[in-house]
Nanobody, 126 residues
């Protein structure tokens, strides 16, 4: 079992930066991929980006590429989502997720992930 706790979301102005954290507990060794998703009111949960847990293979959605960066600490207990130049359309609840299956490609749909954090609200004011 893996437990995920997301934090760091808050209200910011457009153009600001924000770093979200996702603490990993339980059996982090069972994780193959860590992902970030977001869900705005009235919309489906959307892929933001993900990285394979033990190497540097990272993939971002078009909306995140160039502005967002996923990293993790060396102890593999926390994954981060650094978000720069935030825009009002980035407003959403952000979720971290973990996939335990070995895959050839980075999973990009919510159904492919086994474990989810509780979400953290990011609001970007214009």
């Amino acid at each position: 079992q893996v437990q995920l706790v997301a934090s760091g979301g808050r209200l910011v102005q457009a153009g600001a930066s924000l770093r979200l954290s996702c603490a990993v507990a339980g059996r982090p060794s069972s994780i193959y991929t860590m992902g970030w998703f977001r869900q705005a009111p009235g919309k489906e949960r959307e892929f933001v980006g993900a990285r394979q847990w033990s190497d540097n293979i990272i993939y971002y959605a078009d909306s995140a590429r160039g502005r967002f960066t996923i990293s993790r600490d060396n102890a593999k207990t926390t994954v981060y989502l650094q978000m720069n130049n935030l825009k009002p359309e980035d407003t959403a609840v952000y979720y971290c997720a973990a996939d335990s299956r070995t895959r050839v490609t980075i999973p990009t749909t919510p159904a492919e992930y086994d474990y989810w954090g509780q979400g953290t609200q990011v609001t970007v004011a214009s």
